[in-house]
């Protein structure tokens, strides 16, 4: 089974930390997003990641190689065209034989039994009941059987979302009809909709079920990042004991790396610090620390700081990108 991964995102809502780490790589709970991604495809038998990458793509491209024992080809999708010509990009990559192809949007993880619907005789789109059915992506069902695919519908004919997880039976058919919406440039808001493509699979005759993910976790800005970090640090501590950092208090659920220096300071709840970072006289909750940042003497509550920055001071809420360096003072 090989897997499209697309994270050629830019992730505007999590600037300033994506102007210079690609959204997939952002950390939330330990490692970045793609990280917890690809570590639930593992147990699936992954036999190849293909990457479609964009914006910062070659930083994506190394923390696989250097993260996974996985065979890893990638493809750039230069200009932002649309899920549907991400997807179509990486048929450029797909082996001449036909064979079922499996596609996970790299920015949101989530969690399902997969291993039945990769075994199963049929077509598969992830879905989950939403309250606000407009914002996204809705499929309509007849019967077990998917009759339609609507994108942010102003009339939702059901209240079932798309994931992001697809499950497609024959990889030639489904880049078939990815090459025919491009080539008939069928486009919905200037972009390529895979969901389109899945449509056109439909009207032709493939029969596509849907399956519930008993998890959909959102990372697409500061607020929702850190409440997927306060979902996965207490599903993870719940099985696991507490970091011990001496002359420290640490109030669980937390997590803090191995090569992370914590010193004289109150950690936690929900706190993730990254490999190399390191925090002195420090009260942080519900945080993330990312790679070899810095915070000394302040309090800190509902932050973020990126690779590499420092801020220091008194009580304050930072969201800061990579490098910077703050200091608060009154």
């Known amino acids: 089974m090989r897997v499209i991964l697309p994270v050629a995102g830019v992730g505007t809502r999590l600037r300033p930390l994506t102007h210079t780490v690609p959204k997939a790589l952002v950390h939330v709970a330990g490692k970045p997003i793609l990280g917890h991604i690809i570590d639930s495809l593992l147990p699936l038998g992954i036999e190849e990641v293909l990457l479609v990458v964009g914006y910062l793509g070659e930083q994506v491209v190394e923390y696989v190689r250097s993260t996974y024992d996985l065979p890893v080809r990638w493809v750039e999708q230069p200009e932002r065209k649309g899920l549907g010509h991400a997807v179509y990009l990486a048929g450029e990559l797909w082996p001449k034989a036909d064979e079922p192809v499996l596609i996970v949007l790299g920015d949101t993880i989530f969690s399902a039994d997969l291993d039945g619907i990769l075994t199963g005789e049929r077509s598969m789109i992830a879905v989950r009941e939403v309250s606000e059915p407009s914002r996204f992506g809705i499929v309509e069902l007849d019967g077990g059987r998917i009759k339609r695919l609507v994108e942010k519908p102003s009339d939702p004919p059901s209240n079932l979302a798309i994931v992001g997880v697809y499950y497609l039976k024959s990889g030639r058919k489904l880049f078939a009809a990815l090459e025919e919406i491009i080539r008939k440039d069928i486009k919905v808001k200037g972009e390529y909709q895979l969901t389109d493509a899945l449509q056109l699979l ?3 005759g493939e029969d596509i079920g849907v399956f519930k993910v008993d998890d959909w976790l959102d990372c697409g800005n500061p607020e929702t990042l850190l409440l997927t970090n306060r979902i996965l640090l207490s599903r993870r501590n719940g099985n696991s004991e507490p970091p011990r950092k001496p002359g420290c208090i ?19 709840p929900y706190v993730s610090i990254a490999d190399g970072a390191e925090v002195e006289q ?44 703050i200091r608060v003072t009154f």
């Open 202 to 204: 439909i009207e032709q």
């Open 250 to 268: 640490i109030i669980p659920p937390v997590y803090i790396a191995p090569t992370a220096k914590v010193v004289h300071s109150i950690i936690g």
């Open 282 to 325: 420090c009260i942080l909750r519900n945080s993330i620390v990312n790679r070899h940042a810095k915070a000394d003497n302040v309090l800190l509550a509902d932050s973020i700081i990126g690779e590499h920055a420092s801020v220091g001071g008194t009580y304050t809420k930072v969201n800061v990108g990579d490098s910077s360096d």
